[in-house]
């Protein structure tokens, strides 16, 4: 019994100081965790349930030239309910007056708010959605409503912030306006203004304190931020909104009558290079049109008959022939190395000058001139295409701007074909803005400036930067051949391939091209024609300059030339400029019978029917979209919240009166 009674006290001293081991181990751990590991865990627990969260800073708005809004970050709220945190004697109170308050705003009944809160209460739902998509206004409404307004920890609100970015007019210049995105992995795209200006719109981001409450789900600890964020800069841009409108649609008018695949307009302010206008559609499978790509500035091709200034330029500059020079165009049809230059008007235009040739786009006479002047010193012809600038990128601030070919004698691609084909627009590729721009340089009298897309970063009211005009070549040539070239410019239209744009009311000068594009892939398989406008008005003192350019116009009718397709849309523009704003003798005496007959811009408004004397059913359209229709029309907007228009409180078909204001609710 005294050696079981021992064996048992041997026992129990080994598991006392086991016990004793166990304790000594977790004091010890203890003092590591406090004192040693400490602030690592401490940090560690804090990283996993309190977090600071990036608030993004609102973006700079862009603006058109004068003054209207191009593209703006609107606020956008998402209200939650953490109903764990208010006290019972508080969430009673307050629930059914909070219900009553909310169904008024958002057009729900009280009883399904009131409903809702208390089975959130009951399942101690810390993250139950209120209300999203939200106005500033109805955010700032709803924080004042009983029970939400005692604040985060004692009313349970829990607040959501997103920007969001809208474009105020819509579809119109989308692609020139641009965008940024943010990938998942924290880069960034994008294209256009929006992105080559990031720097000056984006701000600087601010941040928000957040507690995990539950899986996946984080609330603001303070009402207030850790760093508030400080909103971008304006960007001022040079669109005009007018004009931009007379471009789209006439682009789009053309675009639809021919069944075109895709085109551009571009209208540059012929002294400082401002881009006025542009606009980029091409088809959908639905037949619809929509800006994807800026062609007007990514999109080299061969030019065609467009690039026949550059000869005659070249040919005058050298002194190698005056425009008076007598050349037979052969039946329309001549040979070099075997290869066929062919007129476009059968049997040619028998013996013809230079400048008639020019008039008359005749491949014949340009290549003759060419090829008979340069032949011994291909060289002397290329240098001054390379002088010129054509041979290389605008170096346009905004991304993607396509990269032009100009082969050289130097080149072992060079053959004996390549200065004749050059001489009517192939074998070389160039962007309709560069081509845009040597004309222009001929316009402004021999000085080429840089395309411009904004002029001024504004902070409010205060400029922080200002883009001045940029001269790329001050004289391309000599005023003698620039006075030539502007008389067969303004003879091309008044009795050349662009004689049925010609109008005795104002001037315009320019070139017609048409060409034949991919004709040397797959057999001339996959060949199709573009055609191409590109000139200045008025002639006399030009003020614009514009180049339309339509790719793949239907041949049904074998009407695809760009005196047909792109002529009308560059006179359309004209037309609609100068009689809006009729700021030259040439246009005070257009009238309404006049403009009928030569199909003006009017006659297209009125089909897209743009009524102006009755109010217009805006339900289902974007808000900022039915804000600048309504602006157009001249009537005042008051917003109430954000999406689409769900109610307009003047009811379509009414007499539309420009002095009342129209209350659009939006959802």
């Not at 809004?69 to 945190?85: G, M, Q, W």
């Not at 989308?174 to 000056?200: F, V």
């Not at 790509?293 to 005056?322: Q, R």
Request: hydrophobic residues 35%; positive net charge; contains cysteine.
């Amino acid at each position: 019994m005294a050696v079981e009674d021992k064996n048992i006290s041997y026992r129990i001293y080994l598991v006392a100081f086991a016990i004793f081991l166990m304790a000594i181990a977790i004091v010890i751990k203890l003092t590591n965790i406090q004192w040693v590991e400490g602030d690592y865990y401490r940090k560690l627990a804090k990283e996993r349930t309190v977090r600071n969260f990036v608030i993004p800073a609102n973006k700079g708005n862009i603006y058109s030239a004068d003054g209207s809004l191009l593209a703006t970050s609107i606020p956008n709220y998402e209200i939650r309910f953490d109903a764990v945190a208010p006290k019972s004697e508080a969430f009673e109170k307050n629930v059914k007056p909070l219900s009553d308050s909310l169904a008024l705003l958002l057009g729900k009944p009280s009883g399904f708010f009131l409903n809702e809160f208390r089975k959130a209460r009951a399942n101690k739902n810390r993250y139950f959605l209120v209300a999203r998509d939200l106005s500033y206004t109805e955010f700032i409404k709803i924080k004042s409503f009983p029970l939400f307004n005692l604040g985060t920890y004692k009313g349970g609100i829990i607040i959501e912030q997103e920007t969001v970015r809208e474009h105020p007019i819509g579809k119109i210049a989308e692609r020139t306006i641009g965008y940024e995105r943010r990938n998942p992995n924290g880069d960034s795209n994008g294209k256009g203004i929006e992105w080559a200006y990031r720097r000056y719109l984006n701000g600087k981001d601010g941040k928000i304190l957040k507690q995990k409450i539950s899986k996946g789900q984080w609330k603001p600890i303070r009402d207030v931020n850790e760093v508030d964020p400080q909103d971008g800069y304006d960007v001022i841009s040079t669109i005009d909104v007018f004009i931009q409108d007379i471009a789209h649609h006439a682009l789009l008018k053309q675009l639809t009558d021919y069944e075109a695949d895709h085109g551009c307009v571009v209208v540059m302010e012929t002294k400082t290079g401002k881009i006025k206008a542009i606009s980029n559609l091409g088809r959908a499978g639905d037949g619809s049109y929509y800006e994807t790509t800026n062609y007007a500035v990514a999109e080299a091709h061969e030019p065609g008959s467009t690039y026949k200034l550059v000869d005659l330029m070249n040919l005058l500059e050298d002194k190698k022939i005056d425009t008076s020079a007598v050349f037979d165009t052969y039946g329309g049809d001549i040979t070099y190395s075997g290869k066929h230059v062919r007129d476009s008007h059968r049997g040619g235009y028998g013996k013809i000058s230079l400048a008639r040739g020019f008039e008359l786009s005749s491949n014949t006479v340009m290549v003759q001139a060419v090829y008979d002047n340069y032949k011994n010193n291909p060289s002397q012809f290329v240098n001054h295409i390379n002088r010129y600038g054509l041979n290389k990128s605008l170096g346009l601030s905004i991304k993607g701007e396509g990269k032009p070919f100009v082969p050289q004698p130097t080149d072992k691609n060079w053959s004996n074909i390549s200065l004749p084909w050059m001489a009517f627009g192939y074998g070389v590729s160039i962007t309709p803005l560069q081509t845009l721009t040597f004309y222009n340089a001929v316009a402004n009298n021999g000085e080429m400036v840089k395309p411009q897309f904004v002029s001024e970063i504004k902070e409010w009211n205060r400029t922080i930067k200002k883009y001045d005009k940029e001269v790329i070549n001050p004289k391309v040539c000599s005023q003698e051949t620039i006075k030539k070239l502007k008389a067969v410019m303004l003879n091309v239209v008044k009795k050349g391939t662009a004689s049925k744009l010609y109008s005795k009311n104002f001037s315009m000068a320019g070139k017609t091209g048409t060409a034949a594009v991919n004709y040397a892939k797959d057999g001339g398989a996959g060949k199709y024609y573009a055609s191409s406008f590109v000139g200045y008005f008025p002639a006399d003192n030009p003020k614009y300059s514009c180049i339309v350019v339509v790719h793949k116009p239907s041949t049904a009718h074998n009407n695809y030339y760009g005196a047909d397709v792109a002529g009308p849309v560059f006179k359309r523009i004209a037309q609609k400029i100068f009689t809006d704003t009729p700021s030259t003798n040439e246009i005070k005496n257009i009238n309404r019978k006049i403009l009928k007959q030569e199909n003006d811009y009017d006659n297209y408004e009125k089909s897209q029917n743009l009524q102006t004397s009755i109010v217009p059913n805006v339900k289902g359209m974007s808000g900022m979209d039915a804000v600048s229709l309504f602006g157009n029309l001249g009537v005042k907007v008051k917003i109430i919240g954000i999406g689409k228009v769900k109610k307009q409180s003047i009811q379509p078909g009414e007499n539309l009166d420009k002095n009342t204001t129209i209350t659009l609710e939006l959802s």
